[in-house]
């Protein structure tokens, strides 16, 4: 079923808490094959956004449709197999869940496919292994989650969330807590899925991986989508002026191009420094 699956798409979204709206009517589409990266500043709603397409969160007012059938039409259990959700927060496991090794973590991505206390199957733990291979997590496999270190966490996580195998990724800051060789591999190992069909969305706070890993970018601020449509469009200087109140320098290296703060827009202390760089 999920093979027909080909979008997701959101209309007028709103969430409010209490007198205060997260999301403002944000429309937004994820194909699969695309790669999106979901920008914007701390608190823009980008993953109240996610939690929602997630299916973990219901909206206030607007839809969600998951190719064209709603999350009631399409149940619990099938939504968990469609869409696979890496929470931002490590923590939304739960205490209890802490003391679990890494593997059994990962192999909790395999229970949209399982039936109520089946045991996991040869095809369940070979998904386990492929996940932690991905996400560069198999050394951990017998280690609390507790006792790992914020990065190794996210592997771990990452290769539950990978462990769905679904058609659409959801990835809220993966890229936050790793060093440079995990970002770079989890934005390679992210940008493949999408290659080979998945649908991936992924919040960053890093323009310069965003700018060079997405195929289109989302910029949300104080719960509006402010634009939306390639890096370079996106990435323009009154835009990141305005959302973020920075300016960016523009580079490219080795033809691939990439965007990165340079200084507030307020900063005259490095005004020789504007339009200096590329
Ligand atoms: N449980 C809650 N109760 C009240 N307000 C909340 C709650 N959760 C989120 N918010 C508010 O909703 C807004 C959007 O939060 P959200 O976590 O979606 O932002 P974000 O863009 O992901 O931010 P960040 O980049 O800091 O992770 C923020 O103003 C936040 O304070």
Redesign the pocket.
């Known amino acids: 079923m999920t093979a027909t699956m080909d979008a997701i798409v959101a209309s007028g979204l709103k ?1 409010a ?2 007198a ?1 709206l ?2 403002d009517g944000v429309d937004f589409t994820l194909r699969r094959g695309e790669i999106v990266g979901l920008i ?10 996610l939690r929602i397409l997630a299916g973990v969160l219901p909206p206030t007012a607007g839809q969600v449709s998951y190719g064209g059938r709603s999350p009631r039409d399409i149940g619990r259990q099938q939504l968990a197999r469609a869409v696979a959700w890496l929470s ?1 927060s490590a923590d939304s496991i739960g205490d209890d869940n802490g003391a679990m090794r890494a593997r059994d973590i990962v192999a909790l991505g395999r229970l949209p496919h399982r039936r109520a206390f089946a045991s996991l199957t040869a095809a369940d733990h070979a998904a386990i292994g492929r996940a932690m291979d991905e996400a560069d997590c198999r050394q951990f496999s017998d280690r609390p989650l507790n006792g790992l270190s914020g990065g190794e966490r996210v592997r771990v996580l990452l290769a539950r969330a990978l462990a769905v195998e679904a058609p659409f990724l959801l990835a ?2 993966p890229a936050a807590a790793l060093d440079p060789l995990h970002q770079l591999q989890v934005m390679r190992l992210l940008r493949a899925k999408a290659r080979a069909g998945c649908g991936v969305l992924v ?1 960053l ?1 890093d323009l310069a991986l965003a700018s060079r890993f997405c195929d289109r970018l989302a910029l ?1 601020a104080e ?1 509006r989508k402010l634009a939306d449509g390639s890096p370079d469009a996106v990435l323009d200087d009154a835009l990141a002026a305005r959302a973020f109140h920075v300016r960016l320098a523009h580079a490219s290296h080795r033809g691939e191009r990439y965007a990165t703060p340079w200084e507030p827009v307020n900063d005259r202390t490095n005004a020789e420094t504007e339009g200096g760089h590329d």
Do not use: F, I, R, V
């Open positions: 969430l808490h209490g205060q997260a999301l914007g500043p701390n608190g823009a709603g980008k993953s109240t956004l931002q809220d800051e919040t706070h949300l719960g």
